[in-house]
């Protein structure tokens, strides 16, 4: 696909053909009841539940892991076939499904695994059997998170891990953590950090659900009381937990493909305010709705450049990925803003008893007042988890400035 072609959205014939494929896929697959749930969803990710019943449909297609080579049971789709999958599903409003496995710890182990440790892990996780989480953060460290302080000593065979982790998302659903401790506290900060892996089970380990004001159960603090951990399962070197964790980052990086999702969320804005009556006469609102879309238009060309950029086999900078990470937090949080202005009074109202697969009360007025407002609260976070407007600001000053 030419710069050009991004530009405009065009594709050629071969991948014409596979986006509608995936059309007739979604189609299919995204029953009535799927799509059900997931309008009751609000936040980052889907429910767990959800998140395995969904993870289970598209491993059955083989679909499950688009970034993951053939040989570990990826489908082996080009950079420009993984963005059109990823748009589509946007498009269809399909489940979002967490990026700890298959995107962060998946890539980490098939470069730093062992034989053995790629061998067990990397087709539970793409069965679904495996539901992790990610234990960076801790209370004190978030931003600089080398400065973490969760002790693992060794004991024979094992780490005996001490502290706690927080912000966890999905730690009550999930059986296994990747998690950076700290085992020197000589020297750099990031020199004395190792990456480890534990499932959630054992003796000593806890959950405790935070509570967002959205009224939803999304992130966790998990407490560690002399947790054992086998040496084997601890990937890379002892201390060099920080190189694997830069490198999870990484991955993390480019074949995104968000701005389907809001230009979605921003076409409900503007149903919302016809079926309120606001479209036809407020002009500042339909102004800044306007801009909105326009704005929208130009991460669409972005993000397919990028695409297309990864297809020619380049690298996205950091550059590159700290202005999309800004850019599209940002219009998420415009978006959701302006969706709360379009529903009115709707918006004060408490949802809370009717979000979620398990809700069985109705949504306090129409059906679409349902998750605007938790929305509109989740999405105060987006300028925060995976670093900060303003660490991306500093990063690009570092960049671009030299500063
Ligand atoms: C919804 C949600 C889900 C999350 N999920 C996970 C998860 O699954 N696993 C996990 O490990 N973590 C998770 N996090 C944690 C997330 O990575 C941290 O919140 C983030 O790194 C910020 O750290 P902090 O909260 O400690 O804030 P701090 O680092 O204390 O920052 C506080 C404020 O200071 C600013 N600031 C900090 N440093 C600088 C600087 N150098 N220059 C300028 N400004 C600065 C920040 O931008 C922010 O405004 C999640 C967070 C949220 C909100």
Request: proline share 7%; with cysteine.
């Given at each position: 696909m030419s710069g050009a072609a991004a530009m405009s959205g065009e594709l050629d014939p071969g991948l014409a053909a596979f986006r509608d494929e995936v059309r007739d896929f979604l189609d299919t697959a995204l029953t009535p009841e799927i799509r059900a749930w997931t309008a009751r969803q609000a936040g980052v990710f889907s429910e767990g539940e959800l998140c395995r019943l969904w993870h289970r449909v598209l491993y059955e297609k083989g679909?499950?892991?688009?970034?993951?080579?053939v040989e570990h049971g990826?489908?082996?789709?080009?950079p420009m076939q993984k963005f059109i999958f990823a748009d589509e599903c946007a498009k269809a409003g399909a489940p979002k499904l967490p990026?700890?496995?298959?995107?962060?710890?998946g890539p980490v182990l098939m470069r730093y695994g062992t034989p053995e440790q790629k061998a067990f892990f990397l087709p539970r996780m793409l069965s679904g059997e495996h539901y992790w989480c990610q234990g960076y953060s801790e209370p004190q460290s978030g931003?600089?998170?080398?400065?973490?302080?969760m002790r693992a000593v060794r004991d024979g065979d094992d780490y005996v891990v001490t502290g706690s982790k927080i912000w966890t998302t999905h730690a009550q659903y999930a059986n296994w953590m990747f998690l950076l401790v700290r085992t020197?506290?000589?020297?750099?900060?990031?020199?004395?950090i190792t990456f480890l892996l534990t499932p959630?089970?054992?003796?000593?380990l806890s959950v405790r659900p935070i509570i967002s004001i959205s009224g939803e159960h999304e992130v966790n603090q998990v407490f560690f009381d002399d947790v054992r951990i086998p040496?084997?399962?601890?990937?890379?070197?002892?201390?060099?937990g920080w190189t694997v964790a830069k490198a999870l980052l990484e991955f993390e990086?480019?074949?995104?493909?968000s701005a389907s999702d809001l230009k979605a969320q921003l076409a409900t804005a503007r149903s919302i305010a016809r079926a309120e009556g606001w479209w036809d006469e407020d002009m500042a609102f339909r102004r800044r709705w306007s801009e909105l879309e326009i704005e929208l238009e130009a991460l669409d060309v972005a993000e397919r450049q990028t695409a297309a950029a990864l297809m020619a086999g380049q690298r996205v900078g950091d550059a590159v990925a700290s202005q999309l990470k800004m850019t599209v937090s940002t219009l998420l949080q415009r978006i959701t803003e302006l969706t709360m202005g379009a529903l009115g009074g709707y918006g004060?109202?408490?949802?809370r008893d009717a979000?979620?697969?398990?809700?069985?009360v109705p949504p306090v007025?129409?059906?679409?007042?349902?998750?605007p407002t938790a929305k509109f609260l989740n999405s105060r976070a987006a300028t925060i988890y995976g670093g900060s407007n303003e660490v991306q600001h500093n990063i690009l000053a570092r960049i671009l400035l030299g500063a």
């Open positions: 679909w499950v892991a688009p970034s993951w080579p990826g489908p082996g789709w080009s990026a700890m496995a298959l995107q962060m710890c931003s600089d998170l080398a400065s973490l302080q020197a506290t000589d020297g750099k900060p990031q020199a004395g959630m089970d054992v003796k000593g040496v084997t399962n601890r990937v890379g070197e002892e201390h060099q990086r480019g074949g995104g493909a004060a109202a408490d949802q979000l979620g697969m398990g809700a069985n007025g129409p059906a679409y007042a349902l998750t």
